[in-house]
């Protein structure tokens, strides 16, 4: 089973992307600010991080890029924010994205780039 992190400030985004992926069989982390989600990912490693932007202690691009500096295999990365700016879609790219949504990302959006990032059939 795929293990999916999801890194996001907000219980309720956190509650609406765990039942997306759950329901569509994935196996489900969840992290409330990058700090968490680098510890949960180095001690374990992910086949897919879903990551917001605005995080306190430690935003998405900090964790993207802290995370891609890691020793360790990469997963592919999808950030989901509100943030809508061309500038804040280069720099999610730059820190390492894979792909950038806003929010409320659709879920059958969510999920087809998710299995076509996993090699999935979608």
Same mark, same amino acid.
Not at 11 to 34: K, L, S
Not at 45 to 65: K, T
């Given at each position: 089973?795929?293990?999916?992190?999801?890194?996001?400030?907000?219980?309720? @985004?956190?509650?609406?992307?765990?039942?997306?992926?759950?329901?569509?069989?994935?196996?489900?982390?969840?992290?409330?600010?990058?700090?968490?989600?680098?510890?949960?990912?180095?001690?374990?490693?992910?086949?897919?991080?879903?990551?917001?932007?605005?995080?306190?202690?430690?935003?998405?691009?900090?964790?993207?890029?802290?995370?891609?500096?890691?020793?360790?295999?990469?997963?592919?990365?999808?950030? @989901?924010?509100?943030?809508?700016?061309?500038?804040?879609?280069?720099?999610?790219?730059?820190?390492?994205?894979?792909?950038?949504?806003?929010?409320?990302?659709?879920?059958?959006?969510?999920?087809?780039?998710?299995?076509?990032?996993?090699?999935?059939?979608?």
């Amino acid at each position: 089973m795929k293990q999916v992190l999801i890194v996001d400030d907000a219980a309720t @985004v956190r509650m609406y992307h765990r039942g997306i992926f759950e329901d569509a069989g994935y196996a489900v982390t969840e992290a409330v600010n990058g700090v968490e989600a680098l510890e949960k990912a180095v001690a374990a490693g992910f086949d897919l991080y879903v990551v917001d932007v605005n995080m306190p202690q430690l935003d998405g691009f900090g964790f993207l890029q802290a995370l891609r500096g890691q020793d360790m295999p990469q997963a592919p990365a999808i950030m @989901v924010t509100t943030e809508a700016e061309d500038g804040d879609r280069r720099q999610a790219y730059a820190a390492g994205a894979n792909v950038y949504l806003v929010k409320p990302a659709a879920p059958a959006v969510l999920l087809r780039l998710a299995r076509l990032l996993l090699g999935e059939t979608p």
